[in-house]
């Protein structure tokens, strides 16, 4: 049987469509954009998804059964559901459905760090030969096309921004609190350590530190 392609490289895999037109909103270009037809394309798929359905066939005819499923009614529902989120914003009671976008769209950001859980040598993880099936692509262009989509590329915003820009044209630019921190203490992430740039005051030289909370003070090292 005739799978089609089954083995690729990154730049593969990280291919899109040519477009017609990007997709723009509220002056951010997000990813993916509109063909010849009008109609919208979704990002680093020109290859990826026939990959994708070839690797499936093979799959099938080799092990004749059908691939893993896990059904959307196994997932716990959410909380408003969409009646109680309707009924809250026709009673002008906006704040869940506020929250839940910016919660969304936050924890879509820290899809960017799937690229960092890649196995170079995967194979040595396996008895059988991984060659031409999608396990043998997740450090060849798939995880990092997920991370791509998930929190954006260079100037291309990825789903965290559209998330934020769905809400905030559905609320009419809502004040909302960055809730990078609370989530990642909610899921058991450390704090974010960030850069700070602190002043010698003997030779007025900048230097970097990396600080978790406040800044600590630093003595230069040129200093007597």
């Excluded at 680093?44 to 092990?63: C, G, K, L, M, S």
């Excluded at 989530?183 to 005051?201: V, Y």
Aim: glycine share 8%; charged share 30%.
């Amino acid at each position: 049987m005739s799978f089609g392609e089954l083995n690729f490289d990154s730049a593969d895999l990280l291919a899109s469509h040519p477009y017609r037109e990007p997709l723009i909103v509220r002056g951010v270009r997000c990813h993916g954009g509109f063909d010849e037809s009008g109609s919208y394309v979704p990002p680093r798929t020109r290859n990826r998804v026939p990959a994708i359905r070839a690797w499936q066939h093979r799959y099938a005819d080799e092990f004749g059964a059908p691939l893993l499923d896990r059904p959307l009614a196994a997932t716990p529902g959410n909380y408003p559901n969409v009646a109680q989120a309707k009924h809250l914003i026709r009673n002008g009671v906006r704040e869940p459905m506020i929250e839940t976008l910016t919660r969304i769209g936050t924890v879509e950001g820290f899809g960017a760090g799937i690229r960092f859980g890649a196995i170079e040598d995967i194979q040595r993880h396996f008895v059988e030969d991984l060659r031409g099936t999608a396990t043998a692509h997740l450090v060849r262009g798939l995880y990092e096309a997920h991370a791509r989509d998930e929190a954006g590329f260079e100037d291309e915003a990825g789903h965290r921004q559209m998330w934020w820009a769905a809400r905030d044209i559905a609320f009419e630019n809502p004040p909302v609190e960055d809730a990078t921190e609370r989530i990642r203490a909610a899921m058991g992430i450390p704090p974010k350590r960030r850069r700070q740039r602190s002043a010698c005051s003997g030779c007025k030289r900048w230097r970097n530190s990396i600080v978790s909370g406040r800044a600590t003070s630093m003595r230069c090292s040129r200093r007597r």
